[in-house]
């Protein structure tokens, strides 16, 4: 293990990378179970909280993801130092979501009343979220200008969020989200 300090990658270029992995984070999260996964969350409704218990949850789910990015940005830099790059963050958002993801689904299906369906879903769902935090965290830490990055990353997840809000509302019927 290297000091990001040592190799050229700061507080600040971690601090980068872990925000635009956020924004794009957060917008892809919504794509996948706001738009892809939302008759999955339909059809197994009777397992999760209420929708509006969902919704008075979303600042603290945001802050978990805040941390994972924040974590996963600054393992990097700590792993590979100045050998960090795009296909090496992808690479690793794939080991760290495979792991994560899949030993989270496994220990919570352990746990609670859940269906089978989540062994697959969740881990899929988790690493495709780890792979674009760890490549956007990457293609940012390693910019010479990184918090420029961070404002294209933003436009990107605000463009993905409208693409996801447009297609919810002409793709997925209303009843999916009345349970």
């Known amino acids: 293990m290297t000091d990001p300090q040592e190799t050229g990658i700061t507080r600040g270029c971690i601090a980068a990378g872990a925000t635009a992995a956020l924004f794009l984070y957060i917008a892809v ?5 706001g738009v892809t996964l ?9 397992y999760w909280r209420p929708q509006e218990e969902l919704f008075r949850l979303i600042l603290p789910s945001y ?3 805040a941390i994972l990015c924040g974590v996963l940005a600054w393992l990097m830099a700590r792993l590979y130092g100045e050998k960090l790059n795009v296909a090496t963050g992808a690479r690793f958002g794939l080991i760290a979501g495979l792991l994560y993801s899949g030993v989270g689904a496994v220990g919570s299906y352990c746990v609670f009343r859940m269906p089978a369906s989540a062994l697959f879903y969740w881990p899929l769902s988790g ?6 935090a760890c490549t956007s965290a990457a293609w940012t830490m390693t910019a010479p200008r990184p918090w420029r990055r961070v404002v294209f990353s933003f436009l990107i997840a605000l463009a993905l969020l409208i693409l996801g809000v447009v297609a919810q509302n002409l793709f997925v019927p209303r009843d999916v989200y009345q349970h």
């Open 29 to 33: 999260d919504f794509l996948i179970h």
């Open 38 to 46: 939302a008759w999955y969350w339909k059809a197994t409704a009777e």
């Open 63 to 65: 802050g978990a993801f």
């Open 127 to 132: 690493t495709v979220l780890a792979v674009v």
